[in-house]
């Protein structure tokens, strides 16, 4: 046999191997083997199609739209929110602690406190000695018994006091002050200069002013945070959102206690993303006290020109159930107080930008930029060209190994072996 009839015939037969191989993958693509091509992270499709297994997390998608920026802009920690009355300072009452002094007065000597010896003391008054406000909340005046002053502003103490009296002594007028104020104090703890427990003002003051009272942040403002907590409710909000949005500086209440603490924020990205010729992803810190999607994205170097799919940007976040309501989303399939969410924005669409500047990021959010579905094809006929060469190599150095020995044998003329 010829040596061009042998490499014709394996020519032939390799022909029909790679026709065979390139039919069977792409039979197998087409059933989802392409999940053996490496990624960087699930395709975008089977995201927008919620596709998980029955073993895997369910989630909810959400396509970002200025109704859906909108609602996480509300429900964005923030502590007015929480805290709605925005009302001055309030009147200080007297609570379980408190040291008190009562000066009574009369209209002339002869009555109850008073002696009728006129020279006996300037002034028809007698200032009983301190006290405190005991554990029933109450004080003790002599003729008048057990005066109720805890939850009682001095105004009201005062007159119970002369309503005790009125029947005894000679038109009574009374004094009521407060030496120490023990039960209406502010708590201030954390990373600040000087922790302490203070009473507080009458004159009313802010969050910004107790903090200050306190020695002030320790640490960088934007990641600083502030918890207040007031009758069972509290709220969180970075420490510069008092500062950039005063309605989150409200008015400080007796019995407040704030807590500034530190937590340097940080988000996730991966996939697509980075300059043209490099992949960008990992951990990136805030560095403000508010990170915009946009500017987020930015840190981590843009969506990569030969890669991404601008319309597969996704959000994944866990927010609140009484949120996730909000944004529309079935929440009887989920279990636990907190939806996984997965937000879609589409920047094919130039008004997303837009709305990726206005989407503040949280704390261990996780950008994924999705590859286009181009690449994915570009992969998967790199892998159909590499199966094949696999098996073309050693049919081509086969083939060149026996016409080598035809050569050297005689048995083909060169140029017969070069045409064929």
Known sequence: MSVKKISDGWGSMFG???LACAVMLCALCAHGACSILPASGPASADILAEHYSPESLPYALVRVTSDVVDVLERNGPRIYRAFPDQGGPTDIRFGVGDIV??????AGAGGLFIPLEAGVRPGNFITLPNQEVDNSGNITVPYAGPI???GRTVVDVQQAIVDALKNR????????????RRASSISVLGDVGT??????????????????RAGGPKNPGYDTWVLLK???RQATAPFAALVNEPANNVYVRPLDTIYVFTQPRTFVAFGALGAAGTVQQGQFPFAAWRLSLAEAMGKAGGLNDNLADPASVFLYRGESREVAQQLGIDCSRFNGPIIPIVFNLNLRDPSGYFLAAKLEMRNKDVIYASNAASVESTK???????????????LVAAIDAYTLKGLVQGTTNVTTAIAH
């Open 169 to 180: 002594a000679l038109e009574p007028q009374v004094v009521v002050s407060l030496v120490e």
């Open 195 to 212: 922790p302490s427990r203070f009473a507080a003002n009458a004159s009313g003051e802010r969050l910004l002013d107790v903090i200050a």
């Open 380 to 394: 998967f006929l790199v892998y159909v060209r590499m199966l094949v060469g696999t098996v073309n190599d050693p």
């Open 230 to 232: 007031r009758h069972g």
């Open 148 to 150: 109720h002053a805890k």
């Open 101 to 106: 002094s009562v000066t009574v007065f009369e």
């Open 16 to 18: 029909r191997r790679d």
